[in-house]
């Protein structure tokens, strides 16, 4: 869908952004840009919709070199996301939203409807639509941007560090999000990061970019964790990579196992281990320490916080997350709903984790 060919940037003062740069991107994949402030990221990918212009080198998009199209009717049919979602403070949420399918030619009737659907889609209630981008938090104003960047329908859609203004568990939800989207809309998608743990969970594939604008390894994730091409990229990746590479195994073979459990609002007796307290509809709330007095019913501030959550099927970093995060030494496993399926030691995640390595060791499949 994207493709740069021997792309160069240089500026009049002799700066070279980005240079000599080949990269393809694959039709409806997630593809991360990742590097320091000042290795061309955002000015390779604002060569895409013409915000830039290329010193030499070509930009393609759906086989089309960008120079023959009218930027404005390109920038039409490209979604584009930046910081702090870059809304109109004059107009409400539903205008917002609605901007480009009048640019298109739409209705204004036509127009909102859509951007009432657009709203819901990316987990909003259309009641906000009313509302002006300042009366709200800052991730719903990025939902918002999102929101107007997919009101065309576009098949490319360029995000410039759209999460990174957010603080880290509302960038979390909102990168979850975007993968939920994807899974829905199947967009070619072009992100800018400079956080390495951010590129390694959207990305299918990852481009590292070092200073100067120099293309220093391009792989999926795992790969880029697995084997970095050089120093440079082993750095930026972090000594932790062992780690983080646990987000691509999977965890069929955990075998979550029972554990004692309290009910909050309940009359409980003392005992001597850690007890998992679960609410009415059978989700964690967290542990009821060993030897704790409870007088009267059960509620939560006599509870040890739990720990992250693991759910099950999900990759090994979070089930090894959970364990060591937990008061009680026991991960505790919830199932998509986030209802309680058991419990996990680190001891159990370590042996799954080594029998995938000796399975893998063996080529086994």
């Known amino acids: 869908m994207i493709e740069f060919q021997a792309v160069r940037k240089q500026y009049d ?11 393809s991107v694959e039709t409806g994949t997630i593809t991360v840009l990742v590097g320091p402030s000042g290795c061309g990221k955002t000015t390779l990918m604002r060569m895409v919709n013409r915000m830039i212009e290329p010193s030499s080198g070509t930009v ?84 918002v941007g999102v929101a107007r960047a997919l009101a065309a329908d576009p098949p490319v859609l360029l995000m410039d560090e759209p999460f990174s203004a957010v603080d880290p568990v509302v960038r979390e939800g909102l990168q979850d999000e975007l993968l939920r989207l994807q899974d829905e809309l199947d967009k070619t998608v072009l992100f800018v990061t400079h956080d390495i743990d951010e590129a390694i969970k959207l990305g299918e594939k990852v481009a590292v970019l070092r200073q100067g604008g120099h293309l220093a390894q391009y792989a999926a ?19 932790d ?38 609410d009415g509809d059978g989700r964690p709330r967290g542990w009821l320490p060993p030897e704790a007095a409870v007088d009267g019913a059960l509620t939560e501030d006599q509870l040890a916080a739990g720990g992250s959550l693991y759910t099950e099927h999900a990759p090994l970093r979070g089930a090894l997350d959970a364990a060591l995060s937990a008061p009680s030494e026991r991960g505790v496993v919830v199932d998509a709903d986030g209802r309680y399926v058991g419990v996990i030691s680190a001891e159990h995640v370590l042996d799954v984790i080594q029998r995938h390595r000796r399975k893998v060791g063996q080529g086994l499949p």
């Not at 700066?15 to 000599?20: N, Y």
């Not at 910081?83 to 205008?95: E, I, K």
Request: no cysteine; hydrophobic share 35%.
């Open 60 to 143: 393609l998009v759906g086989g089309t070199d960008v120079r023959e199209r009218d930027p404005a009717h390109l920038r039409r049919g490209i979604g584009y996301v930046i910081q702090q979602a870059g809304l109109f403070p004059h107009r409400n949420v539903l205008d917002n939203v609605a901007t480009v399918p009048l640019l298109h030619g739409r209705s204004r009737q036509e127009a909102r409807r859509r951007a009432g659907e657009l709203l819901e889609l990316v987990g909003l209630p259309r009641e906000l639509g009313k509302r002006y981008p300042a009366q709200l938090s800052g991730g719903q104003q990025q939902r």
């Open 241 to 278: 990579r062992g780690y983080r590479r646990l987000s691509f195994v999977e965890s069929d073979r955990v075998r979550p196992e029972p554990v004692d459990t309290v009910e909050l609002g309940t009359q409980v007796a003392t005992e001597l281990h850690w007890r998992l307290a679960l």
């Open 221 to 239: 994730p795992d790969d880029l964790l697995a084997e970095p091409a050089d120093d440079f990229v082993t750095a930026f990746v972090g000594r």
């Open 13 to 23: 003062n002799g700066t070279v952004a980005v240079h000599e740069l080949s990269l």
